[in-house]
């Protein structure tokens, strides 16, 4: 018997053997309680609103719609439910979205199972809870936010200097003055966080602003 209330779950994942692997887990535990299942964003949606479960544990990268669209989409409906992302994915791409979307929590699927008990009991109570490998990747975030992108002329200027154009060179390229390309440049550096020509080429190379025929 459970010492305190029983946790609602629901458990969202286009996989049914780790719905069912999940739900097995969750079963030999007095005071968890899987109510419902869904395979994708939309169906965890609707099935939330329905069943009103305390905590949702959900995976990312699903058909129809998304694990981050469905968190979105909770929120937006003011639904009580907390949102827990258990997953395999561990980039920016996926847990910067998610967490900006009102996970309460980012759990990768290598979590062992009393650490993932722990992290819904947490999440039950409104406590976030986030792997070692996520809380470090939004701390890095945190201490190097994200920079001003490039402007479309500053990444023509960019790839001319990849390309080994000078300043001189550039500006005839591009009908413009030797003084504003040295602007550009400039702001090209301030916004990428280099000091000179070379670091800036290789931040561009970096951040996918250059492509390899960029190369002169």
Do not use: W
């Not at 779950?9 to 999940?22: A, E, K, S, T």
């Not at 995976?59 to 827990?84: F, H, N, Q, S, T």
Request: glycine share 8%; charged share 25%; with cysteine.
């Amino acid at each position: 018997m459970a010492d305190g209330p029983v946790i609602r779950l629901i458990v969202v994942d286009d996989h049914p053997v780790v719905r069912d692997g999940l739900r097995g887990m969750f079963a030999g535990a007095a005071d968890f309680e899987v109510v419902g299942e869904a395979g994708d964003g939309a169906e965890a949606v609707e099935l939330a609103a329905r069943l009103l479960p305390d905590v949702v544990l959900t995976d990312l990268r699903m058909p129809r719609m998304d694990g981050v669209a469905a968190i979105r989409a909770m929120a937006e409906r003011g639904l009580p439910c907390r949102v827990l992302v258990l997953t395999t994915y561990d980039t920016d791409s996926d847990v910067l979205p998610a967490v900006k979307a009102g996970a309460i929590g980012y759990l990768l699927k290598d979590t062992a199972r009393d650490e993932l008990f722990r992290a819904v009991r947490s999440a039950a109570r409104g406590e976030s809870v986030l792997s070692p490998a996520v809380a470090t990747r939004l701390l890095g975030q945190v201490r190097t936010p994200e920079r001003e992108p490039l402007s479309p002329r500053e990444v023509e200027v960019l790839s001319l200097v990849a390309a080994g154009s000078t300043n001189k060179e550039a500006a005839r390229r591009l009908f413009i003055s030797e003084a504003t390309v040295k602007t550009h440049l400039l702001h090209i550096y301030a916004k990428l966080g280099v000091n000179d020509r070379a670091a800036a080429v290789a931040a561009g190379y970096e951040r996918g602003l250059l492509s390899r025929r960029d190369r002169g």
